[in-house]
T-cell receptor, first 113, second 113 residues
Framework: GENVEQHPSTLSVQEGDSAVIKCTYSDSASNYFPWYKQELGKRPQLIIDIRSNVGEKKDQRIAVTLNKTAKHFSLHITETQPEDSAVYFCAASMGTGFQKLVFGTGTRLLVSP | SAVISQKPSRDICQRGTSLTIQCQVDSQVTMMFWYRQQPGQSLTLIATANQGSEATYESGFVIDKFPISRPNLTFSTLTVSNMSPEDSSIYLC??????????FGEGSWLTVV
């Protein structure tokens, strides 16, 4: 079955710096890769996603890149702000279906003022 | 995006009892999913709630422990049976929209004492 590895487990940056979180997946049939942000006591919120026919997607300060050959994808946050502090989860679809997801282990991002 | 309502949002349960969690979506969806997030951990898929047929369970989860109903295209329930402290988790309902984006409900925070 699908396995998703996520690194680093914790990441501390200064406000204004960039943050990068990386994930690798095992199932070459996976075709959907969302990223979720989870604040303490709240549900995971979708922040960006990418499909396998696209190599990069950007939404304001957030971007995701996908390398299908290497089976890895990354989240890039530029100009980080304290409100970006949260746990971030990557996920990959199981097989060719979009909707069943396997999650990475999460990255705790701390942005210091 | 889909609006997903879960009940209860929070509960404290006695060990050995069972609790049923409800998930209501504001539009018809083909598949609904139930995830578990144990304290400080990532999300793990429990099962797919199929309308008109039995739920499909992931490895490590069984129907006797987590019976699921899906009476129509907008509603599902997950029961956590014979609870033990290890069942203390957040239980999350999720759905895929027509655009194949996955959204989560607010979650049900269960503590078993």
């Amino acid at each position: 079955g699908e396995n998703v590895e996520q690194h680093p487990s914790t990441l501390s940056v200064q406000e204004g710096d960039s943050a990068v979180i990386k994930c690798t997946y095992s199932d070459s049939a996976s075709n959907y890769f969302p990223w979720y942000k989870q604040e303490l006591g709240k549900r995971p919120q979708l922040i960006i996603d990418i499909r396998s026919n696209v190599g990069e997607k950007k939404d304001q300060r957030i971007a995701v890149t996908l390398n299908k050959t290497a089976k890895h994808f990354s989240l890039h946050i530029t100009e980080t702000q304290p409100e970006d502090s949260a746990v971030y989860f990557c996920a990959a679809s199981m097989g060719t279906g979009f909707q069943k997801l396997v999650f990475g282990t999460g990255t705790r991002l701390l942005v210091s003022p | 995006s889909a609006v997903i309502s879960q009940k209860p949002s929070r509960d404290i349960c006695q060990r050995g009892t069972s609790l049923t969690i409800q998930c209501q979506v504001d539009s018809q969806v083909t598949m609904m999913f139930w995830y578990r997030q144990q304290p400080g951990q990532s999300l793990t898929l429990i099962a797919t709630a199929n309308q008109g047929s039995e739920a499909t369970y992931e490895s490590g989860f069984v129907i006797d422990k987590f019976p699921i109903s899906r009476p129509n295209l907008t509603f599902s329930t997950l029961t956590v049976s014979n609870m033990s402290p290890e069942d203390s988790s957040i239980y999350l309902c999720s759905v895929g929209t027509n655009g194949n984006t996955i959204y989560f409900g607010e979650g049900s925070w269960l503590t078993v004492v």
